[in-house]
């Protein structure tokens, strides 16, 4: 599959979408090397945000469609909620809250010098429950939805939308219970948790996208693509993947060709290496 410049891509029509998932409170820290047993390293860049899947595929979603995109979650009552849920405002979202009596899960990013990182989340993740008082039935108008945690009551919910975009990290029960039809699958290759449910969820997908980080990916139907040549060095890998499910799941909400819409998640995850 050959993909396509940014400019040779559709315009984007308007669009009504949304994230179900989930949120981590993330610590993102620059280091000249990874931490070892009895060694100092050196932090160079601190910055914290609320990230996570869901967090980072629906903000990435609204500054493609430049439209406020309904983020469905959970949060803890704590202070780091109050932090996440109002951030997440201010980056332009609409944001659905189930509140939690549980602490909002918490993690630490280490980003080395050649871009890579390594994740410590903190706490249980939190998702949003097809028993939560949230606006399910308002997805039965929706183009697209993608979903990073649910439950399987929740996944039948988000079903509704004209397109239903998933990601692994649902867990395989979860997609057992739910037995509902994916229009696509999108997961990473490399890590050996999420290739194993892109081969074993059942109905099978419409569309599976397992990626491969800077080698590209394979999408089935469609087959092998290769990454975008980055224009500037890597800073940061976190929330390529996600940010490459975000431009997938609009571009197949505005339907557009699979070739197309790799084109634009493409796009968004080598943008995302290059930033910080």
Known sequence: MELLPIKDLPKIPSLKLAVVGHVEWVTFLSVDKYPKAGCISHGEIYREEPAGGGAVAAVQMSKLTEEKVHFYTALGKDGVGEMSYHRLKQLGLEVNVAWREEPT?????FIDSNGER??????NRLQPSSNDQLRWDELTNYDGVFVTAVD???LNHCRKAALLVASPRIGIETFKRANVNIDALIGSALDPDERTLLEAIKPSPRICIATQGSL???AFPGGQFKAF?????AIDAYGCGDSFAAGVTIGLSSGWSLNEAISLGAHCGAQCSTLL
């Open 216 to 218: 590209g990916g394979e």
């Open 229 to 233: 040549k980055l224009k500037k060095a």
């Open 118 to 123: 390594a994740i410590t989340v903190i706490g």
């Open 105 to 109: 899960r918490k993690g630490i990013s």
């Open 152 to 154: 399987s009551g929740g």
